[in-house]
């Protein structure tokens, strides 16, 4: 877990009240933001399962569906899916398996390597990518009414990615050696 500096730390020697209801807020934000987060990814799951109900599809899970939008037009590795997806690898062997049969996903060893397999989105998998493009496009234009809204999403996926990186560069360096 990442240590916080507690909030005296950071407040001792400012001096002025407003300035440590400032970082209390602050701090306050950044400790909710990986809840925040968490219960995202469960609301994300909980719409992408509402539209595969809407356009008749109950063989394939929510997470799967990600893994395909993770795919795209793309040919991958199995490798260059999980550095995209950051998947825990029986979980993604089993997801991918089921896409597999599923039809979803069409595996094929490679040319350079015929041990390592390459991905690529079967017809099916074309066709449940579209159909999640509806429903992104749905969802941004109702979340999108105007310019400010286009900054602040901007400024949203600007400050995630900060994090994101912040928490690898955690996990990466600040790790060695612990158990």
């Known amino acids: 877990m990442i240590r916080l500096p507690r909030l ?11 300035g440590n209801q400032a970082v209390t807020s602050e701090v306050a934000l950044y400790r909710d933001i990986a809840r925040v987060i968490d219960h995202m990814q469960r609301r994300l799951h ?9 356009v008749g599809v109950d063989d394939i899970s929510p997470m799967q569906v990600l893994m395909l939008l993770n795919i795209g037009e793309d040919e991958l590795s ?10 825990l690898g029986s979980n993604a062997s089993y997801n991918l398996k089921h896409l597999v049969e599923q039809g979803y996903v069409d595996r094929a060893a ?10 690529r989105l ?8 579209t159909q999640i493009g509806k429903l992104e496009d749905r969802h941004a234009t109702q979340l999108l009414r105007g310019p400010a809204d286009a900054a602040d999403l901007e400024t949203t996926y600007r400050m995630l ?19």
């Open 78 to 87: 199995v490798r260059d899916l999980m550095e995209r997806g950051y998947y």
């Open 122 to 129: 079967s017809e099916k998998g074309q066709w449940l990518c």
């Open 161 to 179: 990615r900060r994090l994101e990186r912040m928490w690898g560069d955690v996990v990466r360096y600040d790790s060695r050696g612990q158990d």
């Open 8 to 18: 005296a730390e950071r407040t001792a020697g400012t001096g002025d009240g407003a």
């Open 46 to 54: 909980d719409v992408v399962r509402v539209e595969l109900g809407r």
């Open 110 to 119: 490679s040319q350079r390597d015929r041990r390592a397999a390459r991905l």
